[in-house]
């Protein structure tokens, strides 16, 4: 399975972005979707995930009200909607998938087996 992510970019706080993230390949083995997020200095933390159908989803306390994960498995995407930026959402966000499903703590990086290249997101103030 390979990822691409993209939408990245520079808003000021406030604001919006949109991230997607396409899947090719064997996108059947994307039970779990998410994404995760690395400041500088810091280390990679999960930002959401959502399962195969959608039913299941997970927010990062930081980011819950204001961002939305969805997947169109159609199309072998998902997007996370970014609203009401901040600076303290400054990172290279990356887009990752599962093999299986939901019994495993989606916060937990290591249980991921393919991600994206990486998309860089900067909130001004």
């Known amino acids: 399975v390979q990822l691409q992510a993209s939408g990245g970019g520079l808003v000021q706080a406030g604001g919006s972005l949109r991230l997607s993230c396409a899947a090719s390949g064997r996108t059947f083995s994307t039970g779990v979707m998410g994404w995760f997020r690395q400041a500088p200095g810091k280390e990679r933390e999960v930002v959401a995930a959502?399962?195969?159908?959608?039913?299941?989803?997970y927010y990062s306390d930081s980011v819950k009200g204001r961002f939305t994960i969805s997947r169109d498995n159609a199309k072998n995407a998902v997007t996370l909607q970014m609203n009401r930026l901040t600076t303290e959402d400054t990172a290279v966000y990356y887009c990752a998938a599962r093999r299986g499903g939901w019994d495993n703590p989606v916060a937990n990086s290591v249980s991921y087996d393919y991600w994206g290249q990486g998309t860089l997101v900067t909130v001004s103030s």
């Open positions: 959502i399962s195969w159908i959608g039913v299941n989803t």
